[in-house]
């Protein structure tokens, strides 16, 4: 079992199986919401277990998908396509040790080019 929550503990959170392995998500929307890249992983929905959701929120970004967050501390922490039954968990909510690791980056054509993306890692426009 995986746990997780936000910075005040206001909204936790359980996975139980295995995560992907993690994305940076470059695009403007993550950048904008966590003012920098999104490190995220995603597992099946069945597989996330909310145990303390009273402050979460959710904001409808776009037709494809909403962001979760804490309403009371702002941590940022899900991304929940409309058409999957999976969901995108912040691996840095995730309390460690943990197994998520980053294996590539995404959207990388809107990277703001402040800092380099030379990592070696995969890249995907």
């Given at each position: 079992m995986i746990h997780g929550s936000c910075l005040c503990g206001a909204t936790a959170f359980e996975i139980d199986g295995a995560l992907a392995p993690g994305s940076l998500c470059h695009c403007s929307q993550c950048r904008r919401q966590t003012s920098h890249v999104y490190?995220?992983?995603?597992?099946?929905?069945?597989?996330?277990?909310?145990?303390?959701?009273e402050h979460l929120r959710w904001?409808?970004?776009?037709?494809?998908?909403?962001?979760?967050?804490c309403g009371q501390c702002g941590s940022v922490l899900f991304w929940d396509p409309a058409d999957e039954a999976m969901i995108s968990v912040s691996l840095g909510a995730l309390q460690p040790p943990?197994?998520?690791?980053?294996?590539?980056?995404?959207?990388?054509?809107?990277?703001?080019?402040?800092?380099?993306?030379?990592?070696?890692?995969?890249?995907a426009d």
């Amino acid at each position: 079992m995986i746990h997780g929550s936000c910075l005040c503990g206001a909204t936790a959170f359980e996975i139980d199986g295995a995560l992907a392995p993690g994305s940076l998500c470059h695009c403007s929307q993550c950048r904008r919401q966590t003012s920098h890249v999104y490190a995220s992983t995603h597992v099946p929905d069945s597989a996330l277990r909310l145990t303390r959701a009273e402050h979460l929120r959710w904001y409808r970004a776009s037709p494809a998908a909403r962001r979760g967050f804490c309403g009371q501390c702002g941590s940022v922490l899900f991304w929940d396509p409309a058409d999957e039954a999976m969901i995108s968990v912040s691996l840095g909510a995730l309390q460690p040790p943990h197994p998520g690791q980053v294996a590539r980056h995404i959207f990388t054509g809107d990277a703001p080019g402040y800092y380099p993306l030379d990592d070696g890692l995969p890249k995907a426009d």
